[in-house]
């Protein structure tokens, strides 16, 4: 059985940030960092739901995220604006990446077609 990595909630909060800052690719942050798939998906949700408070160990506090650990309004909107951020750069790299294969399409094709006509003369 795998070794089980202990992390705090410092390295936590590093793993998602890096996560949300390197256009959300998990597997990048799993050669880094050394943890699961699914550990991380769990403390990304943990932390658009409650912050950074929401990467704290609290196994043996017996009580959750109460009312004193919501998190306040512009603590929520820095969150949601983060994420947004990422998903930006995100959507920026795809539409970069198929204006470059679509290009490429049209090369071809314009390559092609001009090909055909000589056959034809």
């Known amino acids: 059985m795998a070794k089980v990595r202990q992390?705090?909630?410092?390295?936590?909060?590093?793993i998602v940030n890096y996560y949300l800052d390197n256009g959300a690719d998990c597997l990048k942050v799993i050669r880094r960092y050394g943890v699961s798939y699914g550990q991380?998906?769990?403390?990304?949700?943990?932390?658009?739901?409650?912050g950074a408070a929401g990467l704290q160990?609290?196994?043996?506090?017996?009580?959750?995220l109460g009312e004193a650990d919501e998190?306040?309004?512009?603590?929520?909107l820095r969150v949601e604006n983060r994420l947004l951020r990422a998903s930006i750069k995100n959507l920026k790299e795809e539409r970069h990446v198929l204006k470059k294969?679509?290009?490429?399409?049209?090369?071809r094709i314009a390559g092609g077609q001009a090909g055909s006509e000589e056959h034809s003369a």
């Open 7 to 14: 992390t705090t909630c410092e390295e936590r909060l590093e």
């Open 40 to 50: 991380i998906y769990s403390w990304i949700n943990k932390y658009r739901q409650y």
């Open 57 to 64: 160990d609290r196994r043996g506090t017996g009580r959750g």
């Open 71 to 76: 998190l306040g309004e512009t603590e929520r």
């Open 101 to 107: 294969h679509l290009s490429y399409l049209e090369r």
